[in-house]
């Protein structure tokens, strides 16, 4: 198993360019289910979670072709003829249950086994289900699998979620888009990722209005054709290289980068005393003088402040002058991140949702466990501004949703290396 050794207090100064959203990427991936035709995806991310929805999607009989060394994905349904996610793979990857949608909406049928992920609490389902059964959709549970069918085909309906889930939303639009009749979601997710695929749908012929707002509405079509559809950058790399130069000082440009993508993020910045600015080439953020400010921030759904930043955040506040509160109000049991940081001699105390963190002068390099993917890259943060050598390990977290953390952040002058573990 590999780790990441980081020797800090290197000042970065450079350009990283950002990829393809893996969010984004992960949920488009399964839209080519819809249609016979081929799906082009691409500005997609090179990273395992990608690889392990090509092989669920060529398990149900997809054809997936890699090109331009992964950043072309090319998926044709035409001889899917499968339709059961099997727990082997879909245990890997929560976002597997997002095939359940479109096999349903295509044949009137779907098996999928129940989703693992990352450990940061429970992470139902339920809402999921709940809105194709409003499409009509019949659904047992048997032996851990969601058994799905809608032999009469899945039918518009009004569906309005109780809270506010980004994967429930993206499962219920995919199968509203061939579903007969209007299909109204209310209190739909906002994320920039449901409007990528909103969009993308759209090219593939889908009729939808109001993605990226409250309420969307789908009038389901026939058919879907193929399509060519560019993935959204991904916001959440921006947000963590932002906090980079942030934590490090010095000055580096994201190239790709879109200050709209991060508003809320952005925003605690400029309460921390980080200078952010955007133009052509991307976001470009620097340190301005003396330390950092304590900042308050409570997660959100979009448009508010994301809850896959959180871990990010706190690796910069842990060395901020004064007293910062974070609170998780997405998933339980998301700061993990918080005893490894205080390894590193970071002051946190956590009571339920709420962690309290009192700024240090300097962290302190030590060997540290990565413990979930968000999680991974906030110990690298904290690695890059503590004074000696830090040990990430069990870094396939990380690869999950990172590609090349290490080339990208030693380009911009950071001590950075992967060491497998026969070193
Ligand atoms: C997606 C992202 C994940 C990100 C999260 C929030 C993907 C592949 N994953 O996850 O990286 O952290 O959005 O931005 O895009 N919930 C239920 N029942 C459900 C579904 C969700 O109770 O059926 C709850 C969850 O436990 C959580 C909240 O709703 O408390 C939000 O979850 P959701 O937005 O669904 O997150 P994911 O789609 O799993």
Redesign the pocket.
Known sequence: MDSIRITGGTELNGTIPIAGAK?AC??LMPATLLSEEPLTLTNAPRLSDIRTMSTLLESLGVEVSSLQNGQVQVLSSHGADRHRADYDIVRKM??SILVLGPLLARDGVAEVSLPGGCAI????????LRGLEALGADLDLVEGYVHARAPRGLRGGTFEFP??????TENILMAATLAKGTTVLKNA?R?P?IVDLADCLTRMGAHIEGAGSAEIVIEGVDRLHGATHPVVVDRIELGTYMLAPAITGGCVTLEGGRLDLVEAFAAKLDEAGIAVSESAAGVTVSRRNGRVSAVDVTTAPHPGF???LQAQIMALLCTAEGVSVLEER??ENRFMHAPELMRMGADIEVHGGTATVTGVKRLKGAPVMATDLRASVSLILAGLGADGETTVSRVYHLDRGYERVEEKLSACGANIERVSQDD
Not at 121 to 128: E, K, S, T
Not at 163 to 168: F, M
């Open positions: 969010n992960l949920t929560r976002a609490g429970a992470r139902p389902v339920d809402l999921h809270l506010v889930s980004v994967g429930a997710a994320e990722e994301p809850t896959d997405i998933f």
